[in-house]
C-alpha cells in the first residue's frame, strides 16, 4: 500500500509522514518512508540548484525534472512494495499536478510524465492557506515557496484534486497532534480494508 501525504510548502507533510511511519512501526506494521523530491540523487541536485536560483528556468523543465525525480526512486518504492512494507511517501505524483497546474501547464501532459508509476491507495492532503506556510518558514524559501499567490494557486489546485479523487483532507493549521490521530486513524481503517 502507498500512502501519500500532500500539501504545499510547509503544510506539515514531513512531520506527519515521520509521526505515521512511528506510530506503525510501533504497531508492528513494516513501512518505509520517502520524501519527495529527493535532493540527495543527481536529478535532485539540479532540481535543487534551479529551486534556490532566481535564474528563468521554463516550468516545463522544473515540472520535467520533479517527475525525474520520482523515476530515480522507483526501485526503493517497488522494492519496498515487494516486500510487503506499506510505503509512506511525503509529496508524490499529485504535488507535480497541483504544482504544475498552478504554473498553468496542462494536466493530461503533467500526469502523462509519472505514467507507469506505482499509484497511490490513500492520499491525504494537509490543507493549508499561504498565510501559515509563510509563518512556519518566513525566510529561505525556493522560488515556489516565496510567492504567495502562487501558493494560494497550488492550495486551489489541490483542493479541486481532493474533490475528484475522493481524498481525506485535514486542515493543516490544527494541532499537530491532532493531525497525526486523524491521518493514523485514516491509515488503519485504510490497512483493515
Given amino acids: 500500500m502507498i500512502v501519500a501525504l500532500e500539501g504545499t510548502d510547509q503544510a506539515g507533510k514531513g512531520t ?4 505515521l511511519a512511528r506510530a506503525l512501526r510501533r504497531r508492528g506494521t513494516a513501512c518505509s518512508l520517502l520524501s519527495l523530491p529527493d535532493y ?11 529551486l ?5 528556468v521554463r516550468p516545463q523543465v522544473i515540472h520535467a525534472l520533479m517527475s525525474a525525480n520520482r ?3 522507483l526501485p526503493r518504492i517497488e522494492r519496498a512494495l515487494a516486500a ?10 499529485h504535488s507535480n499536478v497541483a504544482y504544475g497546474a498552478a504554473n498553468g501547464l496542462r494536466r493530461a501532459w503533467l500526469e502523462s510524465l509519472d505514467a507507469g508509476m506505482p499509484r497511490s ?9 499561504g498565510a501559515e506556510s509563510f509563518r512556519r518558514k518566513p525566510s529561505g524559501r525556493d522560488r515556489f515557496e516565496r510567492d504567495a499567490e502562487f501558493l494560494r494557486r ?8 481532493a474533490r475528484r479523487g475522493r481524498w481525506h483532507v485535514i486542515d493543516a493549521s490544527l494541532p499537530r497532534e491532532g493531525i497525526h490521530a ?11 480494508a
Fill in 84 to 93: 510487503g512494507r506499506l510505503v509512506i511517501m511525503d509529496r508524490y505524483y
Fill in 154 to 161: 497550488v492550495s486551489r489546485e489541490y483542493r479541486r484534486m
Fill in 182 to 192: 486523524r491521518i493514523l486513524g485514516i491509515v488503519t481503517r485504510g490497512l483493515r
Fill in 16 to 19: 506527519q509522514a515521520a509521526l
Fill in 52 to 56: 534556490a536560483s532566481r535564474r528563468e
Fill in 71 to 73: 523515476w530515480e526512486a
Fill in 40 to 50: 540527495a540523487t543527481p536529478v535532485g541536485r539540479v532540481l535543487r540548484s534551479i
Fill in 121 to 129: 491507495d490513500i492520499v491525504v492532503l494537509l490543507d493549508s492557506r
